[in-house]
Nanobody, 126 residues
Framework: QVQLAESGGGLVQAGGSLRLSCVASEWAFRFYIVGWFRQAPGKEREFVGGIGQSDGRTRYADSVKGRFTISRDNAKNTAYLQMDSLKPEDTAVYYC???????????????????WGQGTQVTVSS
């Protein structure tokens, strides 16, 4: 069972950048599709984007397209979420998720992912 740990959250001004990392406990992580999600207070957890296993194909929510970039370094068992041009509405707890059984593009549904990190807080001030 893979364990995921996010880091890199914090407080940033609008227009700034942050890079989140998601480190996995297992080498098999390279065979997992990775998704990034976020949850703001009082709202449901929503899909931010995801990345395939080896081909690196990505998928993004419309709200972050062009501002956020997902990548992965399988040699380090790590996935990244680079967030640029941050807005106050990006404030949320950000989670990485992974699944080894998924095929095709990264799923947008929370239920599609078996493994989750504990989340990291991102706060964007105006």
């Amino acid at each position: 069972q893979v364990q995921l740990a996010e880091s890199g959250g914090g407080l940033v001004q609008a227009g700034g950048s942050l890079r989140l990392s998601c480190v996995a406990s297992e080498w098999a992580f390279r065979f997992y599709i990775v998704g990034w999600f976020r949850q703001a207070p009082g709202k449901e957890r929503e899909f931010v984007g995801g990345i395939g296993q080896s081909d690196g194909r990505t998928r993004y929510a419309d709200s972050v397209k062009g501002r956020f970039t997902i990548s992965r370094d399988n040699a380090k068992n790590t996935a990244y979420l680079q967030m640029d041009s941050l807005k106050p509405e990006d404030t949320a707890v950000y989670y990485c998720a992974a699944d080894g059984a998924m095929r095709g593009p990264p799923a947008t549904s929370v239920d599609a992912y078996a493994y989750w990190g504990q989340g990291t807080q991102v706060t964007v001030s105006s």
